[in-house]
């Protein structure tokens, strides 16, 4: 995790979620030069979570709490956010794929 924008990240989805696992990881560097990536190092990033609040939910519905959770971050702040977002014993979906 590194600047601001992930560290903002880090705890919001902490203070909604209470993880058992969380990463916040900055995937910006694999997109310069391609579109939304605007050269503040915090673009683009993968979301790895695991929470009891998705436990019978689906993969939509979790990519909108967490969202919800981010507030005005993804597609304002932060141009692509990739979430594999699991509960506790379950294994979370490779980002963009269907689970």
Not at 34 to 41: A, L
Not at 57 to 73: F, H, P, S, T, W
Request: a neutral charge; glycine letters at 10%; hydrophobic letters at 40%.
């Amino acid at each position: 995790m590194t600047g601001p924008v992930a560290t903002e990240m880090h705890a919001l989805l902490k203070a909604a979620f209470a993880p058992t696992r969380l990463e916040v990881i900055n995937d910006s560097h694999q997109h310069a030069g391609h579109s939304g990536h605007d050269g503040s190092g915090e673009s683009h990033f993968t979301v790895v979570i695991e929470a009891q609040a998705f436990a019978g939910q689906n993969r939509v519905m979790r990519q909108r709490m967490v969202n919800k959770a981010l507030g005005d971050i993804p597609g304002q702040r932060v141009h692509a956010l990739a979430i594999r977002a699991s509960a506790p014993g379950e294994t979370a979906s490779p980002a963009g794929t269907l689970a």
